[in-house]
């Protein structure tokens, strides 16, 4: 009975139902006692805000076309070339070219008029988010998820030109793109649901036995009760290769939770960021609940980080990015004790036994260490291939190797696209010539495509790499490179493979099960695929161990980075 009562008034407490109670706790009764939460609906977000409105991220050039032109909305303010930042093609023969400006965006300085520095426009639009979270945590979990599969589905809806959008300004494939669109919906389509599971979101939680009793010794005493709540304002740091798919899988989760979000998506791909933004409130997601903040340049990303992480209203941070950024914000977030949420870099090993599939390795390798030109934080990079099938499993891998098509990825037969800038394909091809020269052999590839553009490089496949000589085996590559060495006992392996400062992904082909779980649980990583090379989902635990970051995305886990318990103890 007292259960149920108890469920009672904190459901009204903690969704901010507006009503009158009519509630009894034995002795203790409330009756006809307004509760003090006010119900908010979406007219509620217009008040709060009309006193500094939420600024939406606009374009102020578009060179492409769409069939909706309007999920970039264009600014109509008339801004010289200094005011404005550009966005490049990675596909374009060079910055040069005349097809490499495919957008052009305003300065973040710019969309409160000009004269404030870059902090305080960042701040104005944390005080935003934080006026209308005071709102948003008070509406219902059905009205949140309610609002996030409408933003599902219009993600669905507009597929055609977010895979237009990303492929322009990453570089990806039309077929990558189409995945990661797919992808990042179901983040939205599974926290639309999570948002529902009263004991794991907000105004959810438990009671538990009391550990009190009444003067008799014996008899319980009260009520214990757990509950969660929001954590706030939730800043994010996203990054330039899932430039759709990390902004949903962190602001979905926080919007079921009923924190706000203000994302700071990378300066290279800021046009999907927006599209997505322009969908999330066409679908009803209140203004100032899912913001961008733009920036425009490294320096001005470093600004905005910075001041994400020392702000008292900011609540939470959760970023994507290297190693050596995170590092840089765990250590300006601590002067405020954020929450964080850290998915850092990787340098994930795939070892091949002896007793594996070769056809079956060459698949799982083919997918891990080449989609995306090989530009993702959980793509293979150091390859153990035990030493008496290695001629095997490098013939077969070879040849699929050699049936990748490199080339723009807005053309359907194009497997593989560039390179994110021309630096990144430089310092790609400086570890492989580092490589080269200490002993390695390039079986296949090794050099940039400069027929068609700066910024492809080719499909390459190196044996006899040096672990401990070689950066391209010791530091994350981030390009479409295999490095290979070879190990004979099990035990090596699983040595050679923690080898490393990181532990994000690892992957495993093998025909003994037992092998492969054991392997895998000895194995410092926060994922293992199995005979698998893309293992990632939106039902299950993203994140990494050691210096790959901390926390975790996706699943059950992810709505728990966004909330915070409460200890109440009602006595009666």
């Not at 709060?48 to 970039?72: E, G, H, I, K, Q």
Request: charged share 20%; proline share 4%; hydrophobic share 40%.
């Amino acid at each position: 009975y007292f259960f149920t009562q108890a469920m009672i008034l904190f459901s009204y407490i903690a969704n901010g139902t507006s009503r009158l109670c009519n509630v009894s706790f034995g002795g203790m009764k409330i009756k006809n006692e307004k509760i003090v939460r006010q119900s908010y609906r979406s007219m509620a977000f217009a008040t709060a805000l009309s006193s500094n409105a939420a600024v939406r991220a606009t374009v102020c050039s578009l060179n492409f076309p769409l069939n909706d032109s309007s999920l970039l909305p264009l600014n109509t303010e008339s801004l010289s070339p200094d005011k404005t930042f550009s966005v490049y093609n990675p596909a374009a023969p060079s910055k040069t070219h005349s097809s490499s400006i495919i957008a052009t965006i305003p300065k973040i300085i710019q969309n409160k008029g000009g004269g404030e520095n870059i902090s305080d426009f960042v701040k104005e639009a944390i005080q935003r988010s934080h006026e209308a979270q005071l709102a948003w945590r008070n509406t219902t979990a059905s009205h949140r998820g309610s609002l996030l599969r409408k933003w599902s589905d219009l993600i669905k809806q507009h597929s055609d030109d977010l895979v237009t959008i990303m492929t322009k300004e990453s570089g990806k494939t039309f077929s990558e793109s189409r995945g990661e669109v797919i992808y990042g919906a179901s983040f939205v389509d599974y926290f639309s649901s999570a948002a529902m599971v009263s004991t794991n979101n907000a105004g959810g939680g438990v009671v538990i036995p009391t550990p009190f009793v009444k003067s008799d010794g014996m008899s319980p005493r009260g009520m214990a009760i757990a509950m969660k709540e929001p954590v706030g304002v939730a800043a994010m740091i996203t990054p330039w290769n899932f430039p759709l798919a990390m902004i949903t899988r962190k602001a979905a989760p926080a919007l079921a939770a009923g924190c706000t979000a203000i994302v700071k998506p990378s300066e290279l791909t800021p046009l999907t960021a927006i599209a997505v933004q322009t969908l999330a409130l066409r679908a009803g997601i209140p203004e100032g609940v899912l913001q961008l903040v733009i920036s425009h340049d490294r320096h001005s990303s470093s600004e905005v980080g910075s001041t994400f992480c020392t702000h008292e209203l900011v609540k939470k941070i959760s970023f994507t990015g290297s190693t050596k950024v995170g590092k840089i914000l765990l250590e300006q977030a601590s002067s405020t004790v954020k929450r964080m949420s850290m998915e850092l870099g990787g340098n994930a090993p795939f070892i091949i036994f002896h007793d594996a599939d070769i056809d079956i390795a060459v698949t799982a390798a083919m997918k891990s260490k080449f989609r995306g030109a090989g530009q993702t934080c959980v793509c293979a990079d150091r390859f153990l291939v035990h030493s008496s099938i290695e001629e095997k499993f490098v013939d077969k891998l070879v040849e699929a190797v050699e049936s990748i098509v490199v080339g723009d990825g807005t053309l359907e037969t194009t497997t593989m696209g560039p390179l994110i800038t021309s630096d990144a394909a430089n310092s790609v091809y400086q570890k492989v010539q580092e490589a080269i020269q200490n002993g390695a052999e390039c079986v296949v590839g090794g050099s940039r495509i400069q027929n068609l553009g700066d910024n492809f490089f080719e499909p390459t496949v190196l044996v006899n790499v040096k672990p401990g000589r070689d950066s391209i085996w010791d530091t994350e590559t981030f390009g479409p490179v295999a490095a290979i060495t070879t190990f004979h006992t099990d035990e090596e392996a699983i040595r050679m493979a923690n080898d490393c400062s990181v532990g994000l992904a690892s992957y495993i082909c093998s025909g003994d099960v037992g092998r492969a779980l054991s392997v895998a649980s000895r194995l410092e990583a926060g994922m293992v695929g199995i005979n698998e090379g893309v293992i990632s989902s939106a039902l299950a635990p993203f994140g990494g161990v050691k210096e790959s970051g901390l926390g975790r995305e996706g699943s059950f886990l992810g709505i728990e980075e966004y909330l915070q318990t409460k200890y109440i103890f009602l006595n009666h």
